[in-house]
């Protein structure tokens, strides 16, 4: 069965820094874009970032590019956020994504939050 576990969430102080990681198995981890997406109370839910398969290509959000880093290890099936200079305006549940062709696989998402 795919899945997807996020882990690393929390509450942290304006100017902090987190680490999402997400585990992922039972599906072929390797051949699959990974994106995180985060939601907001009250807003859609938006594409922070994505990793290709082979890590060769990432995209970002305007909003957090120079202080969030995606990355991912094949090898242990886990697709990372490092996040930086946090916001009051990146409170949100973060989400995993795996994509490759038609098919899609979430995680349950874990809560950010920035507030002093």
């Known amino acids: 069965q795919a899945q997807l576990v996020e882990s690393g969430g929390g509450l942290v102080q304006p100017g902090g820094s987190l680490r999402l990681s997400c585990a992922a198995s039972?599906?072929?981890?390797?051949?699959?874009?990974m994106r995180w997406y985060r939601q907001a109370p009250g807003k859609e839910r938006e594409l922070v970032a994505a990793?290709?398969?082979?890590?060769?290509?990432?995209n970002y959000l305007d909003s957090v590019k120079g202080r969030f880093t995606v990355s991912r290890d094949n090898a242990k099936n886990t697709v990372y956020l490092q996040m930086n200079s946090l916001k009051p305006e990146d409170t949100a549940v973060y989400y995993c994504?795996?994509?490759?062709?038609?098919?899609?696989?979430w995680g349950q998402g874990t809560q950010v939050t920035v507030s002093s």
């Open positions: 990793i290709t398969s082979a890590g060769n290509s990432i």
């Open positions: 039972g599906f072929p981890f390797s051949n699959y874009v």
């Open positions: 994504n795996a994509h490759w062709v038609l098919r899609d696989i």
